[in-house]
Every structure is written in structure tokens, then in C-alpha cells.
């Protein structure tokens, strides 16, 4: 009896457990994340220290793992999806240069204040949501309309060497910083 309650018991924590990995929509963006160790720069906690995400080594990110992390670094790559990223809750630095991102919609980073997509494909960028973001840097991409409404803390805006035809900035007090020219 003692037996079969310690196999249930096993079953329910690993059950439990897998409930709490991160489904990641591009592998990818997956092993560029279970590249982080303390001794590279792809992932920092609150103190500014360079950490391993998977701390447990079981070539999963589990939710718990991800809220340790403040800052990623996953340049360069060959993402092309981000979902999953969104379980990185505690993100407050994200640079995602060199990649092969054609969009970035509506992504739940509550708070993000710097996001880096340099040199993308980027065609597609809705980041209204991102309300306590500070530097966003979009160059070279293929953005043909920039809109940024309603960010009052975004302080710069880095969107050059983007073929813009239309820009609608509004609602941006602390905007001091833009560059967006061809």
C-alpha cells in the first residue's frame, strides 16, 4: 500500500510539473533559451547576473524558471516565432536583433521597457500594449507604417532604414528620441 501511495504521489508532482512547461511555437527560440548558462549573456535575473534557464536540466522551460528571468539576450538566432515568450512575465530587456521575425503583435510583456528587433523582416509591429516601455529599436526591417499610440513612458524610438510610408505617433509625452528615415 505504502508503495502504490508513493507511486501516486510521483505520478501527481511530475503530472503537476508538466502542466508548468512552456509550450515555445518555434524550436528555435526554445534551444537559443536552453543556451543560457552563467558564463553567456542570453539570460540575466533581477540582480544583473548571468543565469542558466533550466535550472532543473531537463531540456524544458518551466513557468517558474522563466519568471527568474529580467533580461534576454537572443541575438543573433533564427527565430521566427515568439510564442511562449510570453511566460517570461518578468522581462524588462529584450533584444531579439538578427533574427527572422516578419511580425511582432500584441505581445503580453507586462514589463518590458526595452525591446530590440534590429535587422528582421519585420512587417507587422503592434506594441500599444507594452505600456511601460521605454526604447523600442526597429531598424532594418520592412515596416511600411509605424504607429505607436498611447505610450507614456517611451522615451526613444529608433525605426530607421525601414521603407515607412505612413507614421501615426500620438499620446507620447516622454518621447524625447525618434529616428525614422530610409
Known amino acids: ?3 502504490i501511495f508513493l507511486l501516486i504521489l510521483t505520478i501527481s508532482f511530475y503530472s503537476m510539473k508538466s502542466q508548468n512547461i ?3 511555437e518555434d524550436n528555435a527560440l526554445k534551444e537559443k533559451l536552453l543556451e543560457a548558462t552563467q558564463e553567456n549573456k542570453i539570460a540575466k535575473n ?15 522551460i518551466d ?6 528571468v529580467v533580461s534576454l539576450n537572443l541575438y543573433p538566432g533564427d527565430i521566427s516565432k515568439l510564442g511562449g515568450i510570453e511566460k517570461f512575465e518578468n522581462l524588462k530587456n529584450l533584444d531579439l536583433a538578427t533574427n527572422n521575425l516578419t511580425k511582432f503583435e500584441n505581445i503580453n510583456l507586462p514589463n518590458l521597457e526595452t525591446l530590440d528587433l534590429l535587422d528582421n523582416d519585420i512587417i507587422s509591429l503592434k506594441i ?11 531598424q532594418q526591417n520592412k515596416l511600411k507604417r509605424l504607429s ?3 505610450l ?17 505617433l500620438k499620446n507620447l509625452p516622454k518621447l524625447n528620441h525618434i529616428g525614422i528615415d530610409k
Open 1 to 3: 500500500m505504502k508503495n
Open 128 to 138: 500599444d500594449n507594452l505600456k511601460n516601455l521605454r526604447t523600442i529599436t526597429c
Open 63 to 68: 513557468a517558474n524558471e522563466a519568471l527568474l
Open 46 to 60: 533581477k540582480n544583473g547576473e548571468n543565469i542558466k534557464i533550466d535550472t532543473d536540466d531537463n531540456k524544458e
Open 22 to 24: 512552456i509550450f515555445f
Open 148 to 150: 505607436i499610440i498611447g
Open 152 to 168: 507614456e513612458n517611451i522615451e526613444s524610438i529608433f525605426c530607421n532604414f525601414n521603407p515607412i510610408r505612413k507614421t501615426v
